[in-house]
């Protein structure tokens, strides 16, 4: 459905009743855990830890009583996109369901070595859903604790302002500026993948979190990612926050690990490219 920002953006409402309060309270913060909502970002997970802090539970609710409520959001705000486009992938896409008979790709990461290899470095599952970075850079603040990952073409990630090594996780605080540079044009390859703990919480369609822009479906709202946009951070086991992994240390790749690109540039850039005759 279209949420319009105009008048009333109301979605749904929820009510709840019970033998008393308690009962009701009980009842309401279970609907609202059930319920999901994607797409649109929304005041759902906010709603339910409202639901859960004591000023809400004791009944003292005056007016201003969301001004000394805090809460987490497990998620992230871009704060500049690229203009090549960054994009929502998850390994394998869709892959072997048919769908190339109806003009639906697999779509998926293009380097999914690398995508895999940043999830596993961040203790996701390889199918976890990743942000596929083309050539330009890209900033985001992230608004709760996690681990972030970057692996593929040579680009420079900056926490805080701090450079950090690729190919190893990271801790981040809550409200830390993660910034990655252009790709280094004297290097081999064109795409960067970052992993988050927990990964890119977006819908399954088709079977697959993926991007498809040409026929708008699949990622974040089926497009390309836009400044000012907020993506939802799936839940991740605790294990992968714990204070022993908050350097990132003890997680990374060794560099003689680390796939490599065919030269671009010099003597030794030689490609063979493979050409299909087309109608």
């Not at 855990?33 to 000023?55: E, Q, R, T, V």
């Not at 704060?79 to 394998?92: E, I, K, M, R, T």
């Not at 090594?165 to 809550?174: I, K, N, S, T």
Request: net charge positive; proline share 6%.
């Amino acid at each position: 459905c279209s949420v319009t920002p105009r008048y009333d953006p109301m979605i749904v409402k929820i009510l709840q009743w019970g033998e008393n309060r308690s009962d009701a309270i009980s009842r309401l913060r279970e609907t609202v855990k059930k319920c999901k909502i994607k797409g649109a970002p929304n005041n759902l997970d906010y709603l339910g830890a409202f639901l859960a802090s004591p000023a809400f539970l004791s009944g003292k609710t005056p007016c201003d009583v969301l001004n000394g409520f805090t809460y987490e959001s497990s998620s992230f705000i871009l704060l500049d996109a690229p203009s090549l486009g960054l994009q929502v992938q998850d390994f394998p896409g869709r892959q072997n369901q048919g769908l190339w008979r109806i003009g639906i790709p697999p779509s998926g990461p293009m380097d999914h070595l690398n995508a895999r290899l940043a999830n596993s470095i961040v203790g996701n599952e390889e199918s976890a859903a990743v942000l596929e970075m083309t050539v330009k850079g890209f900033s985001f603040k992230i608004r709760c604790a996690s681990v972030i990952s970057v692996t593929g073409a040579k680009t420079t990630l900056r926490i805080n302002g701090v450079v950090h090594d690729c190919y190893a996780a990271h801790y981040v605080r809550p409200n830390s500026r993660v910034e990655l540079s252009d790709v280094d044009q004297k290097s081999s390859g064109v795409r960067c993948y970052l992993a988050i703990g927990g990964g890119v919480d977006v819908p399954l369609y088709l079977g697959s979190r993926s991007t498809f822009v040409g026929g708008k479906l699949g990622g974040y709202q089926g497009r390309d990612l836009q400044a000012g946009d907020v993506l939802p951070i799936g839940e991740a086991p605790s294990h992968r926050t714990t204070k022993a992994n908050s350097n990132g240390g003890n997680r990374s790749l060794p560099k003689s690990l680390w796939p490599q690109f065919p030269e671009l540039h010099g003597s030794n850039a030689h490609w063979q490219i493979g050409v299909t005759v087309g109608p």
